[in-house]
């Protein structure tokens, strides 16, 4: 009898709380009707944060040196310099989007240069506002929907340049910052400078490996119980198919990849010049911004909740430049015009990427 008044007493209670929170969530939603459309994923939610630390960062930069001291460097470029920044910077992006073209072509896909190039901006795009510039990879997505691109073909064409890119980045940006933390700053203990060029490392060994290890590839066999994760795993596998068209054209890449260096290196000098920055250097001025790039690339995958660096690298650049006797004001000035006019550029890249966005069907990604 006693269990049976306890179990009475257990559903009654379950009863009455049922019935409070039903009329919670009516009073609730009878005041906040439209609460449902702002709700957010984690992931949104994490992106808004790392949106206001970035923008906190910044803030705190033009505090610091004095937002008034920054926007007087912004009154006084020389547009002149400042248009042959950006045409070296499109330069650049027309040279990225022929080693593409060229990759494509040894994996017998043929596609209309102008195409390639749309493709590219929008990942270039994209990386201006994704941890790691990681957006980049939405290149292989814009060509496999917008102009139907075989999507294993298309990400081996962004994935093996890009491997040797962050080869080239994490070698020379390791060498800058032991140079300056061993002899401008002279300390011997800089190792969370590096922990950006540790997290690259361990990306282009992952790089290389879905590129050319099968074995590797077989960790991830797992993926083969999850409809959209087991796309992922053909497009992969159909990929390695293809890579030794990566190492057939290594000698091409390479040089490829060395004249979008020169281009981005000669863009920023121009962006220094048009704010009047000149370095006392023991060697030509231009060679310094072949440093500084890769530098502040690294940078970028510093962990930290940030978008894309922003805030970080710009940190990071005014610090640099300020080591070589560049005022705060100018070394501040330097980076975010840098950054906004890349992205200004990045810019004509929106009608495409909302017709990228269009095409995409997630029951359909990476099948060809």
Not at 84 to 110: D, G, Q
Not at 274 to 284: H, V
């Amino acid at each position: 009898m006693k269990l049976l008044r306890a179990n009475a007493r257990n559903r009654l209670r379950e009863a009455v709380e049922v019935k409070l929170r039903k009329e919670f969530h009516k009073a609730f939603y009878s005041f906040f009707p439209n609460i449902h459309k702002i709700r957010m994923k984690k992931s949104h939610v994490l992106l808004v944060l790392d949106a206001i630390i970035s923008i906190a960062i910044i803030a705190g930069i033009l505090y610091y040196i004095g937002a008034d001291k920054i926007f007087a460097e912004f009154t006084n470029i020389n547009y002149f310099y400042l248009f042959l920044s950006v045409v070296f910077i499109v330069v650049m992006h027309l040279i990225v989007s022929y080693r593409i073209k060229m990759l494509l072509e040894e994996n017998n896909v043929h596609l209309k240069f102008k195409d390639i190039l749309s493709s590219h901006m929008v990942g270039m795009l994209l990386s201006d506002f994704t941890p790691g510039r990681s957006g980049y990879f939405a290149t292989a997505a814009t060509l496999k929907y917008n102009y139907n691109a075989p999507s294993d073909k298309a990400m081996l064409a962004i994935l093996g340049p890009q491997a040797l890119d962050f080869i080239i980045k994490v070698t020379a940006g390791t060498l800058s910052m032991l140079y300056v933390t061993n002899y401008i700053l002279k300390i011997g203990d800089g190792w969370f400078i590096f922990l950006g060029a540790i997290i690259m490392v361990l990306m282009i060994a992952i790089m290389l490996l879905l590129m050319f290890s099968k074995r590797f590839l077989k960790l991830f066999s797992f993926m083969f119980s999850i409809p959209l994760l087991k796309r992922v795993y053909v497009m992969m596998d159909k990929m390695q198919d293809s890579s030794h068209t990566v190492i057939k054209k290594l000698p091409e890449l390479i040089v490829l990849l060395f004249l979008s260096l020169s281009a981005k290196a000669i863009s920023w000098y121009f962006v220094a010049k048009s704010l009047g920055i000149t370095l006392n250097l023991d060697f030509p001025e231009p060679i310094f911004y072949y440093f500084l790039q890769p530098t502040l690339t690294i940078l970028e995958f510093v962990p930290s909740p940030t978008i894309a660096g922003i805030g970080l690298s710009e940190g990071g650049g005014a610090v640099l430049l300020s080591l070589f006797g560049i005022t705060a004001a100018k070394a501040a000035s330097f980076v975010f015009l840098a950054r906004i006019k890349t992205t200004l550029v990045n810019l004509i890249a929106i009608p495409e990427a909302i017709k990228t966005m269009k095409n995409v069907k997630d029951s359909e990604f990476m099948e060809n």
